[in-house]
């Protein structure tokens, strides 16, 4: 039997960044609020002492443990899905105080109108008949001139480092810091792209360029360059995660309360409106229900998508009939398909690699969105190309040139001559979801608690494979016009597919937003359409994934949500957008 709680105004699953930026705008408003974390208890000082490669780079120290909760994946429906248990190279990082955004690399983008209005744009410029039949292809509901406001909100509590995108839509204001050093790598990508016509620009970091105090009055520290951020906590504090910034913000109320190993099971309901979650302690298995007014669900993607399945909120999705829309439009920035990259081998030119920050890099967005004309492309939507220097970790890193043997002499040489003479220019495809890529609970499979885990049913298509392929050839085009003596790009396959290896911490979909309960589960401010007092945001809450990392536009719809769960809560009830077919708002 669980011991029940007293009650609070609201509570929050999930301490990244939707999590707390949902705690720190809801406490400052003066609520009381519990923030429920599945994973332990950490801080910036749990990080001194973390630069160890094979410790976090490659054993995945602060990676979610697969043994206890993972998902299933399998291509098509009718086979039998398989549980993952091994991290590919990106991880799957969802537990512990600040969530997935502790091991961040930092970059930070804005995505396009064209994202926001992508159905509409396509068929203005195209037709309706150029989007196939088995793609899904959904406005949001919301056009960029609704979000900026929030994404320059969000830049400012992070305090992003950067350069303003010569191609990118209007701006309010300039990035609160300017953009990180320019080493001979990053310059060589920006000269030569500037001569192949291309509008490079600095990538806008989360690695702070110089110490910043933000609007909350939290103390984010310059960047020294150590390279170790991806899949790293910040030692230094010069790396903005929801630790040194919104939980921060939230603890200083003291209308906040976080707690550590809550593993949350069900959103619990009358059917109409939540009552509050139960969840279970991990380490004694002793469970809690905890009432509230308002439930914020604000965990990682598979979390999400999860908790609505398990609580039985909303319709699933059903991919013979379309109908349903909880599971529905998984996407990923997929890897394992190869192309999207190009390598690029100097016998002359060296380059200090070792060195570097998780952002540092230049950027083109010429082939983004509706930057390119999709008429004669085999594709819709479309890529952003960049160099990025993280610093070259010696085990993850070892690139030789292409037909090179792995092994002996030959291989020995190569490595220690190229390896601080290459460079690699890679892509990241804008993903469209599919028909048959979706999610529900695993028949078969459960977690430690008995209850079914999350299944993920997708499989590439050639959307994916043609912009990989075209990715790789323009990648090659920058790395010849950099001087390259060796330019390798590696194959796409046309039959190519998915596994469970390319599914990442660029995964989104499942919970998503629109105008309307028949095609979306959440409206513009992330309100669950069946169930006015439930909240769920996140990158669940895409209805695509645009062509970069998803982080700053889940904290700008983060603050989107947070006016809206306050307005809520300060009004009568009710949905707080009108649908196209459900009338009642507040």
């Known amino acids: 039997m669980a011991e029940k709680l007293d009650k609070v105004d609201v509570v929050v699953i999930g301490s990244g960044w939707a999590g707390g930026i949902a705690s720190a705008e809801l406490s400052k408003a003066g609520y009381k609020v519990v923030c429920l974390e599945r994973g332990k208890e950490r801080s910036t000082k749990d990080f001194i002492g973390s630069k160890d490669e094979l410790r976090y780079t490659k054993r995945h120290e602060l990676a979610q ?74 406005d949001w509901g919301v056009t960029y001139d609704d979000m900026e406001p929030y994404y320059d909100k969000w830049e400012k509590t992070a305090g992003i480092s950067g350069e303003v995108n010569p191609l990118g839509p209007p701006r309010s204001d300039a990035y609160p810091n300017p953009p990180m050093k320019e080493s001979p790598a990053i310059r060589l990508f920006t000269e030569a792209t500037e001569k192949l016509g291309y509008h490079p620009f600095r990538m806008p970091a989360a690695t702070i360029s110089q110490q910043y105090v933000n609007p909350d009055g939290e103390t984010i520290n310059a960047c020294v360059f150590c390279a170790f951020c991806s899949m790293y906590g910040c030692d230094f504090a010069a790396k903005a995660d929801p630790i040194v910034t919104v939980l921060k913000t939230a603890q200083k109320t003291g209308n906040f309360e976080l707690r550590n190993n809550a593993h949350v099971k069900r959103i619990l309901h009358d059917g109409k409106k939540a009552t509050g979650v139960l969840y279970v302690d991990p380490l004694t298995l002793e469970e809690f229900e905890q009432p509230a007014d308002l439930v914020v669900s604000a965990a990682f993607f598979s979390g999400n998508n999860r908790l609505m399945m398990l609580s039985g909120i909303g319709e699933p999705y059903n991919p013979e009939t379309g109908k349903g829309v909880i599971g529905k439009s998984f996407t990923s920035h997929y890897t394992g398909i190869g192309g999207n990259s190009a390598t690029a081998f100097f016998e002359e030119k060296k380059f200090n690699t070792f060195a570097g920050a998780g952002a540092l890099g230049s950027v083109i967005d010429d082939f983004n969105g509706d930057h390119i004309d999709n008429t004669d492309t085999d594709f819709l939507h479309g ?20 037909g090179t043997p792995y092994w002996g002499k030959e291989f020995k040489e190569k490595s220690v001559h190229y390896a601080h003479r290459y460079l690699n220019i890679g892509g990241m495809q804008g993903t469209m979801p599919h028909t048959h890529n979706y999610m529900d609970l695993d028949p078969t499979y459960k977690d430690i608690y008995g209850d079914p885990l999350l299944r993920i049913t997708a499989k590439f298509t050639d959307q994916e494979r043609n912009m990989a392929k075209m990715i790789a050839e323009k990648c090659a085009d920058i790395a010849e016009a950099m001087g390259a003596d060796i330019v390798n790009t590696p194959p796409v396959a046309d039959d190519a597919e998915m596994t469970s ?46 062509n970069s990392n998803p982080t700053e536009t889940i904290g700008a719809f983060a603050y989107r949500a947070a006016e809206g769960m306050i307005d809520y809560l300060k009004g009568d009830g009710g949905l707080l957008v009108e649908s196209k077919t459900r009338k009642e708002t507040v």
Not at 112 to 123: A, G, N, Y
Request: net charge negative; no cysteine; charged share 20%.
């Open 501 to 546: 290896s390319s599914v990442n911490t660029h995964a989104a979909g499942g919970v998503i937003m629109g105008e309307d309960p028949e095609t979306s589960a959440v409206n513009t401010y992330s309100q669950v359409w069946d169930m006015e007092n439930v909240f769920v945001v996140g990158g669940s809450s895409f209805p695509h994934f645009g």
């Open 65 to 138: 443990d697969l043994t206890k909760q993972t998902m299933t994946f399998r291509n098509n429906v009718g086979d039998d899905a398989i549980p993952m248990r091994k991290h590919n190279g990106y991880p799957i990082y969802d537990e512990g105080t600040g969530g997935t955004s502790v091991h961040w690399s930092g970059w930070s983008y804005r995505w396009l109108p064209f994202d926001f209005e992508i159905r509409t744009k396509i068929i203005e410029k195209y037709g309706e008949e150029r989007i196939p039949k088995d793609m899904i292809v959904q």
């Open 383 to 402: 890529f952003n190309i960049s160099i990025f220097q993280d610093g070259a970790a010696a085990i993850a890193n070892n690139r030789v040139p292409q």
